[in-house]
């Protein structure tokens, strides 16, 4: 059993102690671990939403020449800067796409391929400016490493949640 595992499902069997978790027997509960978790939880969470606003918002300026977080350099580029610019969009059109499916269908370990498929982008965009002999803005590998990260930390993250209630009802959210 993985760390991850006990501090979802058993919180009070985890201490921080000494910059370590140790697990400790018995069913005394440590507000300490499991505010420390509730934390990181919502600072996965909070990071993830941003990180979807950015993407969308930043694939939708990119169309605009002067807003854009993205250098297209006309004269560099030439007619390959609208296959980009166009790239983008689509982007922010499947990044919709994925985020209404995940949270009406309530599968939100989706976002980890999502998110797997945006660090690829990295590797893409490399060989795309290869192949077309030209460089790329260097703020493309930042952008998608972030954006996929951040997918993948919060598919785990959910992935995990959902199985901590699936398995454990009593441990989870409150019934009426």
Known sequence: MDL?????YKPSCAVYKEGLFLIIAGEQMNDKALISFQSLKLLVEVNFYISVIVLVIGSILSVSGSYS????NEELYGALA????????????AECM?????????KFQVFI????????M?????????????PMDP??????????MSHIL????AGKEKNRYSQHPESGKLSK
Do not use: Q, W
């Not at 994925?98 to 309530?106: A, N, T, V, W």
């Not at 391929?113 to 690829?120: A, D, E, M, R």
């Not at 919060?154 to 993250?157: K, V």
């Open 82 to 93: 609208n296959n980009l610019r166009m790239m983008m969009v689509y982007l922010a059109v």
């Open 4 to 8: 991850l595992t006990i501090l979802l």
């Open 139 to 148: 703020n493309f590998p930042l952008f998608f490493l972030y954006t996929g």
């Open 69 to 72: 977080i993205f250098e297209f």
């Open 122 to 134: 990295v590797g893409s965009l490399a060989f795309y400016g290869e192949v077309n002999n030209m």
């Open 113 to 120: 391929f999502s998110g797997f498929f945006l660090i690829l």
């Open 98 to 106: 994925i985020c209404g499916y995940c949270f009406f269908s309530k």
């Open 154 to 157: 919060f598919g785990l993250l």
